[in-house]
Nanobody, 127 residues
Framework: QVQLVESGGGLVQAGASLRLSCATTGYTFGTYAMGWFRQVSGKEREFVAAISRNSAITNYEDSVKGRFTISRDNAKNTVYLQMNSLKPEDTAVYYC????????????????????WGQGTQVTVSS
């Protein structure tokens, strides 16, 4: 059974940092690219960051470049999102997802390309 479980969300003030984790089981983690997405109620899910299977390539949405860092530990089947200098507009439910991409260096932005999803973790940034 495939499971992706996010943790690390919470309520913080603007300028603070949070580190999200996504622990996975039930599939071969190292053969999947991983991504983080976020969603605000009433809006579409949007791409945040992605990392290739071997961590060689990362991809970020423009508004988080320089503030967020995606990483993965294939030995622990876990992907992380380090979020620094948080802003109120970062408030959303954050989801991790797994992409069975055929290309080793793939870091896709389209949520429709992703095969497995976690349940999400709430991040709230107050001003």
């Amino acid at each position: 059974q495939v499971q992706l479980v996010e943790s690390g969300g919470g309520l913080v003030q603007a300028g603070a940092s949070l580190r999200l984790s996504c622990a996975t089981t039930g599939y071969t983690f190292g053969t999947y690219a991983m991504g983080w997405f976020r969603q605000v109620s009433g809006k579409e899910r949007e791409f945040v960051a992605a990392i290739s299977r071997n961590s060689a390539i990362t991809n970020y949405e423009d508004s988080v470049k320089g503030r967020f860092t995606i990483s993965r530990d294939n030995a622990k089947n876990t992907v992380y999102l380090q979020m620094n200098s948080l802003k109120p507009e970062d408030t959303a439910v954050y989801y991790c997802a797994a992409d069975r991409a055929t290309l080793v260096f793939s870091t896709r932005r389209d949520p429709l390309e992703y095969d497995y999803w976690g349940q999400g973790t709430q991040v709230t940034v107050s001003s």
